[in-house]
């Protein structure tokens, strides 16, 4: 159900528009069109094939990227109806908040952003808005998807402000188009990153589970997510595991869901913004999960971070990733013109320039897919380790 909109709430026809001037559409408003720009990006349906927490190939059933960001976007635009706020701009964000990550999830991240520490580091969120500024290029008039200043303020800055120093890959397009990364998003780009939150730590337990990394008695002792256990097995005592799984995990992701509803209209009351801009200028995040819940999240994290990231088979699997990356980026380093060829007049342009040449290398790599850069290591480089 939508409610009203709220006074606070990003409205199309406030827009900033856009770097590059165009007509708009008739039958769909411009944050409809940015988020069918995202969909239909190369960028967006290469996260098929990038892994959340295991490696793509390791089984049908563990989530991508992609399905990951499906999640968020379901779960953004539950929580903007029921705030009031626009629910076509926070799914745009939502869908392309992980289009800057690097092939084998935050190990592939890690290790390209320390490959490239001498040439301005790497992070994803930067790399996702040169993504959709500049290295999607299908459109006759610009480079990029020319999105809404709200969307790329969205993307950039949905974790909050930006702090010093800023990534070579942001600063380069804040020089063209001031996001104002000194403060906070709209309310709508807040959703999308609390519902990241919602999202991962509600499938990374589903996944964990499933690779039999722990199991369900497990959890019994965690805060929220015992106590969903105990609510289901007082209901359904006979329910067959598989089941009883299902309805203790959503349970524990209508808890969070509705713990940011009710927190951020609570402080939404306290705060009185009449307007998008009030939000982004208020000094600290509208949308929030409650103290509470927050501290109970930590102790999930926790308990995820020793029992899944730090598993022995995860752990393999991310050395295994981080010499991928280290090889392709070191190989190409030295041998800039073993990129496609599409890539060389980029590489010319760069001639003599290590920095430039590393960032173009850096955009090539991170653009990979898990399988796509495994089978680039064993074509150029030779065999894995088992």
Not at 42 to 57: C, D, G, I, P
Not at 292 to 297: I, N, T, V, Y
Not at 357 to 380: H, K, N, P, V
């Amino acid at each position: 159900m939508q409610f009203e909109m709220a006074l606070f709430a990003s409205r199309p026809e406030d827009t900033r528009g856009r770097l590059y001037s165009e007509a708009e559409s008739v039958f769909r408003t411009c944050f409809q069109r940015d988020r069918d720009r995202i969909i239909h990006s190369s960028a967006f349906r290469r996260l098929k094939h990038k892994t959340q927490v295991f490696l793509e190939h390791e089984g049908d059933y563990y989530r991508t990227r992609l399905t990951h960001s499906i999640e968020v976007a379901q779960v953004a635009r539950t929580i903007c109806g029921a705030l009031g706020l626009n629910s076509e701009l926070t799914e745009a964000v939502a869908l392309a908040h992980d289009l800057g990550h690097t092939p084998f999830g935050h190990t592939g991240e890690d290790a390209l952003d320390a490959l490239m520490q001498p040439y301005g580091g790497f992070d994803h969120n930067a790399q996702a808005i040169r993504i959709v500024t500049s290295l999607e290029r299908h459109y006759a008039d610009w480079d990029g998807l020319n999105l809404t200043w709200e969307c790329l303020e969205g993307i950039a800055k949905h974790n909050g402000p930006v702090s010093e120093p800023v990534p070579y890959a942001l600063a380069g397009y804040n020089t063209r188009h001031d996001l104002e990364l000194h403060t906070h998003a709209s309310a709508e780009a807040q959703v999308a990153a609390l519902s990241d939150d919602i999202a991962y730590n509600h499938h990374d337990i589903h996944d964990g589970l499933r690779a039999g990394l722990f199991e369900v008695e497990d959890l019994l002792d965690l805060p929220i997510v015992g106590g969903c256990f105990a609510e289901v097995d007082a209901r359904y005592p006979a329910l067959e595991p598989q089941r009883r799984q299902h309805e203790a995990l959503r349970r524990f992701f209508g808890v969070l869901v509705e713990d940011v509803i009710a927190t951020s209209r609570a402080i939404a009351v306290e705060m009185q913004p009449v307007s998008a801009e009030e939000v982004r200028h208020a000094g600290r995040p509208l949308v929030r999960f409650s103290p509470g819940l927050w501290a109970d999240l930590k102790v999930i994290r926790a308990f995820l971070f020793e029992r899944m990231y730090r598993a022995p088979s995860v752990v393999r699997m991310r050395a295994r990733a981080s010499l991928i990356v280290e090889g392709l980026f070191e190989g190409y380093l030295a041998t800039p013109e073993l990129l496609p060829e599409e890539w060389h007049e980029a590489l010319s342009e760069a001639m003599g320039k290590q920095t430039e040449t590393a960032r173009i290398i850096s955009d090539y790599l991170s653009g990979m897919t898990d399988r796509f850069a495994t089978q680039e290591y064993q074509r150029l480089i030779g065999a894995l380790p088992d």
